[in-house]
């Protein structure tokens, strides 16, 4: 079993950044597929960025070059570093996780280990 926990949103004006953090238990974030979701009120839960096992990060194209995923394998956390946000990025984020190195670009079914979620929200 892989315990998440989110922390680090918070309400912020267009054009600020935020840095969620993901702690992790119960596996080690740097031998795993760690992912962040994030789902929007009446939209599907929607893949925003993975990092394997082997430190390979992918983005959803909404979001590449202002959103970095890193990992801290001493604290075993995992991260997103949210730059030049905008209104639409205002969404519930949530961390996840599948026990295997390798990551798969399908969506949130193909996850089963997930956080309670930490709201960030997007003012103009």
């Known amino acids: 079993q892989v315990q998440l926990v989110e922390s680090g949103g918070g309400s912020v004006q267009a054009g600020g950044s935020l840095r969620l953090s993901c702690a992790a238990s119960?596996?080690?974030?740097?031998?795993?597929?760690m992912a962040w979701f994030r789902q929007a009120p009446g939209k599907d839960r929607e893949r925003v960025a993975l990092?394997?096992?082997?430190?390979?990060?992918t983005y959803a194209n909404s979001v590449k070059g202002r959103f970095t995923i890193s990992r801290d394998n001493a604290k075993n956390a995992l991260y997103l570093q949210i730059d030049s946000l905008k209104p639409e990025d205002t969404a519930m984020y949530y961390c996840?996780?599948?026990?295997?190195?390798?990551?798969?670009?399908?969506?949130?079914?193909?996850?089963?280990?997930w956080g309670q979620g930490t709201q960030v929200t997007v003012s103009s």
């Open positions: 119960g596996s080690t974030v740097s031998s795993i597929c």
């Open positions: 996840a996780a599948r026990t295997v190195w390798y990551c798969v670009l399908g969506g949130a079914d193909d996850y089963p280990y």
């Open positions: 990092i394997n096992a082997r430190g390979i990060t």
